[in-house]
Structure formats: structure tokens, C-alpha cells
């Protein structure tokens, strides 16, 4: 049980163009959903929560108008990468809460490598 | 404020040896730590993680971890290496918000 999936796995888009990411909670509930990005060799840092059917709270530094973030259902949040540049090329893993209690586990999605051209 | 150190970038042990992994926290309050394992090009998979109780934690693939509170340690250990341990390793911390806070990460190689 908990898996969570993310598609695509990998995308190449060019430079200027926008980008879905969807993170899908397969066979739970999740009220937590949070977007992290991962440079080479480099650890996780996180971008954004996002709880259903609420905006997303987003750290410092990151870009809301360029990450779009939705949490339509309690099963599917997506992250959409706008006029996408190089710099923007990064492995994007996202994570599921089944519950928003402090200390409930988080179930990590296998991520999705961006490669902007 | 709240961090996790990890100080060791890249291990190396040989395939049957002992492995200890050392992490450190900074966080005002009782930790809940974690330890989890990334194989190339994939998500989080969790080891193990300490709320409370018992110091010593069990976790999958016969790793544990000690909590020390007066060294501010949360050190995964293994007995014995497979080849297949070889991964990139993170600790984290989570914070009253329910966001995790992640060391740097320690990548691990085994040599046969």
C-alpha cells in the first residue's frame, strides 16, 4: 500500500514552453501534498505544500507564478512548470500525507526529471 | 533554527563490513527523525524513523538507527553491507509544520 506515482517520468521541453507534473496518491487519501526539487547530487529542498482544495503555501524563494501548483482531489496534485528555462531543469519528486497530523508519513513519489533545452 | 548535518559526503565500505551513517540535528523540541534511501533516478523510500520510546530503532533492509538526544545524533548503522545498499542516503528531521528538513546526504559505495 502507498504508493504514489508521478508522470512523466522524464520530460524534455524547450525553452519558453510550460510543463505538467502530476503526482497521484494510488491507493490512499491525501490530504498533504508537497513538491520537492533535487539537483544533481544535491539533497532535497522543498518548494511548495499544497493541502486539497486550498492554495498552495510556497517556501522562500520559490516562485508561485512560476510553479503552479494545484490540489484538485485528495488523489491527484499537479505542478506546472511555466515558460520553463534551462535553469529550470532539476528532478522534481513529490511526496503524499494521508492525514495532516504532525508525524504522519510521508510516501515519495519516484520523480520526475525536467530537462529544458 | 531547525537543520540536519550530515558530515559525510561519500562512503565507501566493502561488501560484508559494518556501516554506520552519522546525522545530526538542531531542533528546540523532541525530534521526529528519519532516515530514508534514494536509489539513482527515484524517489524516497523510508528505512525507519524515531517519535519516541525506545532509542534504538529498527527499520527494513536490517537497519537501525540510535537517537541520542545529548549528542543530538540520529546515526543509521548496519551490520553487514550487500552491494545493494549502494544509494544516496538522507536523514531529516520533521518540524511542527509537517515539512521535512533533509541533510546533504551521504552517498554510499560498495566495493565487492
Known amino acids: 500500500g502507498a504508493v504514489v506515482s508521478q508522470h512523466p517520468s522524464r520530460v524534455i521541453c524547450k525553452s519558453g514552453t510550460s510543463v505538467k507534473i502530476e503526482c497521484r496518491s494510488l491507493?490512499?487519501?491525501?490530504?498533504?501534498m508537497f513538491w520537492y526539487r533535487q539537483f544533481p547530487k544535491q539533497s532535497l529542498m522543498l518548494m511548495a505544500t499544497s493541502n486539497e482544495g486550498s492554495k498552495a503555501t510556497y517556501e522562500q524563494g520559490v516562485e508561485k507564478d512560476k510553479f503552479l501548483i494545484n490540489h484538485a482531489s485528495l488523489t491527484l496534485s499537479t505542478l506546472t512548470v511555466t515558460s520553463a528555462h534551462p535553469e529550470d531543469s532539476s528532478f522534481y519528486i513529490c511526496?503524499?500525507?494521508?492525514?495532516?497530523?504532525?508525524?504522519?508519513?510521508?510516501?515519495f513519489g519516484p520523480g520526475t526529471r525536467l530537462t529544458v533545452t | 533554527a531547525q537543520s540536519v548535518t550530515q558530515p559525510d559526503i561519500h562512503i565507501t565500505v566493502s561488501e560484508g563490513a559494518s556501516l554506520e551513517l552519522r546525522c545530526n540535528y538542531s531542533y528546540g523540541a523532541t525530534p521526529y527523525l528519519f532516515w530514508y534511501v534514494q536509489s539513482p533516478g527515484q524517489g524516497l523510500q523510508l528505512l525507519l524513523k524515531y517519535f519516541s520510546g525506545d532509542t534504538l530503532v529498527q527499520g527494513i533492509k536490517g537497519f537501525e538507527a540510535e537517537f541520542k538526544r545529548s549528542q543530538s545524533s540520529f546515526n543509521l548503522r548496519k551490520p553487514s553491507v550487500h552491494w545493494s545498499d549502494a544509494a544516496e542516503y538522507f536523514c531529516a528531521v520533521e518540524n511542527r509544520g509537517g515539512k521535512l528538513i533533509f541533510g546533504q546526504g551521504t552517498e554510499l559505495s560498495v566495493k565487492p
Open positions: 491507493d490512499f487519501q491525501a490530504t498533504t
Open positions: 511526496s503524499a500525507r494521508a492525514s495532516g497530523g504532525w508525524g504522519s508519513e510521508q510516501y
